[in-house]
């Protein structure tokens, strides 16, 4: 009687939305990692010499390099021979609008909630959408140019303005900064490229959409933002994947540059494939996102909404290079079911002055593990050095984990560092003392998660957070019945 | 209003209501008294409807329906209300936005529009004012680090914005300071109508000085051994249990022989 009623344990159908397959002509390389697929991603992507030489030497060192195993997560061992490296929708040629789109992708994406139609975007949201190995389609290009602004894919800067992408690229996160970071510099295939000027503050949301379509393939895209003195930008980063049983690969570095008094606000709502509720197929997610503040007084903030995924491995951290700089972490990560996340952020103060805060809460539901894992190091320079952490956790039910790892580093005597968390459990007791006040389960369990991530969820674009938090009550319908 | 007919409950294969039967009318107080471990909050927590309790035999009706067959939550939005004896903690979620969330899930149930803000803050206001409920409480985490007086006093006022048909009070009384208790009393007087009628889990005699009782009965293990009229408390008091467990020493003794 009692295992059957446990409403918290009990399971219905995963409701994934957004696991759909599109049918379009794709151009696939054959499975397998070797240098002779680097030339042809090279080749394919009509790529300066300068890139051949970077990629190359990236495969070398990531032939050298192992798979970390410091995470606290569990998963078979991955084939990277058995991976496709490269499938892009066909289109015919060079794009010169986006009228010219294939209807059926512009269908996938507006499936997808994603409108590529300039006019009917109301909310001047920018976006870049990126279909397995390349971007398809960039709004607003036009008029952001106007403004000095670039925003395109990875794959055009490199051709159009390769100055810029030679001198970041890598930068923040250097090719052989750990094991996937490596693999991403030797076959990323695409990606999105901002540059704001200086003094411009771009008036509308950068945003980029990815999304896995077809079979066996991994992605591998590189973002890069470049903000310039005194600009502003607030960019967007979305995500799904069809269901399938096999797991898949996404390994994507992100970098940030901020030069002085620049501040860049990076959001980003993850809804990979999970998996189904035994834990069969979803989206490896190992990503490495870093920014730094190289300019004084300049900000980096991060939000991220981690919903999705099989196992998600990701630390989007700042480098505080500049004095006065601030570096901000937001998080909210769920994991249901079997999903694993170790997730967390690492604040590196260098200059002096600088100010990090850190707000990490990690919701965890059915036989779920979830991990905070952050550093916050202060150098020798850093004085007065500022950082205020807070992680908790919310565990639904009595199957699932979480965990706290931080690390704290300090080498500077006037630096300060706070540290706090919580963890609280949300069980049988509390959903019938709501169902007693006559509020049913899903109600009490919105209510329940939407109070705890609400410090999270005030970070991020009003547009966003409505999506975001309709997120969090889908994902744990699983968990709750 | 509440007609209970020979309930038989169990949890996790132990029985613990032994045919319970109780009838309840509107306008009516009832207070139930009984030993530590009798049945009294298994009682409370089975016509709740919480699920880990398995119902072996009998029938509920409540106002004409089948109480057993509605969910926890339709219970509730029934009329049937809990001032539970250890209430929980949530941790993340306002009194305000919890008690706002039930009052509106109520009106919803019933085809009302949800109150605005500024009609639930009148409301509110009132019923503050009812139970002496501090302010400060309202914006903290339901119950969360609640001293256990401030809790209790949390369930009557909740019982007061939700204005229930039926309102169980377990043991609401044990822990309060005699000003809490006066409060809590005057509280539940006040609630008192001709259409409502209120259950009291209680040891004391205390709060049933203040409440006046239509009618007491004795609950021993799983059953209702003795029913009577406020006076029945008072000799409760006066004696303890022994004497009923005598009592029942005795019929039990007597019902063996017959059978
Ligand atoms: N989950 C459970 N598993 C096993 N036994 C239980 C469980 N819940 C209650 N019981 C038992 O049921 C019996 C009745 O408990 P109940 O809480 O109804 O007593 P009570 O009359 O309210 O007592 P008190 O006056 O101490 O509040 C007790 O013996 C108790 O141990
Ligand atoms: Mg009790």
Redesign the interface.
């Known amino acids: ?2 295992e059957e ?3 918290l344990e009990q399971t219905v159908l995963n409701d994934y939305k957004y696991g759909f397959v599109t049918d379009i002509d794709t151009d696939i390389v054959p499975k397998g990692i070797n240098e002779t697929l680097i030339r042809l991603i090279w080749a394919k992507k009509n790529e300066p010499d300068w890139m051949l030489d970077w990629r190359l030497k990236a495969y070398t060192q990531w032939q050298k390099m192992e798979e970390p195993k410091w995470p606290n997560v569990t998963y078979p061992a991955i084939n990277y021979q058995d991976i496709i490296y490269y499938a892009a929708p066909k289109q015919k040629g060079q794009l010169k609008g986006l009228d010219e789109l294939d209807p059926e992708l512009r269908r996938t994406f507006e499936k997808l909630g994603i409108s590529l139609d300039e006019q009917k975007r109301l909310s001047g949201v920018a976006v870049d959408v990126v279909m397995d190995s390349v971007s398809v389609a960039t709004s607003f290009k036009k008029q952001l140019s106007e403004i000095g602004v670039i925003f395109c894919s990875m794959s055009e800067a490199i051709q159009q303005h390769p100055e810029l992408v030679k001198k970041y690229l890598g930068s923040v996160v250097p090719m052989t900064d750990n094991y996937f970071a490596a693999l991403n510099a030797a076959v990323f295939t695409d990606g999105s490229f901002c540059f704001i000027p200086k003094s411009v503050r771009c008036p509308m949301e950068l945003s980029t959409y990815f999304r896995i379509n077809a079979e066996n393939s991994g992605q591998f895209e590189r973002t890069l933002i470049i903000a310039e003195d005194d600009s502003y930008v607030s960019y967007l980063e979305g995500c799904t994947a069809p269901m399938r049983d096999e797991n898949q690969l996404h390994a994507a570095v992100v970098e940030l540059v901020a030069l002085s008094k620049a501040e860049i606000k990076y959001s980003t709502v993850q809804n990979w494939y999970p998996g189904d509720k035994e834990g069969h197929g979803g989206i490896y997610n190992f990503v490495t996102k870093r920014g730094i503040c190289i300019g004084e007084h300049s900000k980096i903030s991060w939000t991220q909404v981690e919903t999705g995924s099989a196992i998600t491995w990701k630390y989007p951290s700042v480098i505080l290079k500049g004095d006065g700089s601030i570096g901000e972490f937001y998080s909210i990560a769920l994991t249901n079911n079997h999903q694993q996340a170790d997730t967390g952020t690492k604040m590196i103060h260098l200059g002096k002055n600088t100010k990090s805060r850190i707000v990490s809460k990690g919701i965890s539901a059915g036989y779920s593990n979830n991990s905070y894992r952050g550093l916050v190091r202060a150098g020798k320079g850093a004085t007065n050095a500022r950082n205020y952490s807070q992680c908790d956790s ?1 565990l639904l039910g009595d199957k699932c984990g979480a965990n706290t790892f931080p690390y704290i580093e300090v080498k500077n005597t006037t630096a300060v560092v706070e540290h706090e968390a ?1 963890t ?1 459990k ?1 069980g ?3 959903l ?9 389960t899903e ?1 009490a369990v919105a ?2 998660v939407n ?2 991530a ?1 410090e999270v969820m005030n970070q991020l674009p009003m547009e966003f957070a409505v999506e975001a938090q309709k997120l969090l009550a889908i994902n744990l319908e699983g968990s709750v019945g | 209003m509440l007609s209970i007919k020979n309930i038989h409950a169990a949890i ?1 294969g132990k029985q613990i209501l032994n045919g319970i039967n109780l009838e309840i009318k509107p306008g009516e107080v009832h207070a139930i008294m009984g030993p530590n471990g009798s049945g009294k909050s298994t009682l409370a927590l089975v016509l ?5 309790y ?1 119902i072996t035999q009998g029938m509920v009706t409540f106002s004409g329906k089948d109480l057993l067959e509605m ?3 339709d ?3 029934e009329g049937l ?2 001032a ?1 004896q250890y ?8 009194t305000t ?3 706002k ?2 009052v509106n ?2 009106r919803k ?1 019933h085809g009302q529009e949800a109150l605005d803000a500024v009609a639930f803050l009148k409301l509110m206001k009132e019923k503050m004012a009812l139970v002496n409920m501090d302010q400060s409480l309202l914006s903290r ?1 339901i119950n969360e680090g609640f001293s256990g007086g401030e809790k209790k006093r949390n369930e009557i006022f ?1 019982m007061a914005m ?1 204005e229930p048909k039926l309102a169980i009070l377990d043991e609401t009384d044990s822990g309060l300071d005699i000003d809490a208790l006066r409060v809590v009393a005057k509280g539940v007087n006040e609630l008192r109508h001709k259409d409502r009628a209120i259950l009291i889990i209680t040891h004391y005699q205390r709060l049933l000085d203040y409440l006046q009782p239509d009618f007491v009965h004795v609950l021993y293990n799983g059953r209702i051994v003795r029913s009577g009229g406020k006076e029945l408390a008072l000799e409760l008091e006066e004696k303890g249990y022994d004497f009923i467990k005598d009592e029942i020493g005795l019929t039990a003794g007597v019902q063996a022989g017959i059978n």
């Open positions: 009687m009692k009623l446990n409403t919310l919580t609280s949300i049988e007791d509390q019938f003392y709501c169902k007693q006040r006559g509020i049913d109600t209510l329940i109070g705890f609400k | 996790e709740a409807g919480r699920e880990e398995e969910s926890p939550e219970r509730a939005r209300f809990i539970f209430p929980v903690e949530i941790p993340g979620v306002s936005n919890f008690i969330t039930a899930e109520k149930y985490s909740q939700l």
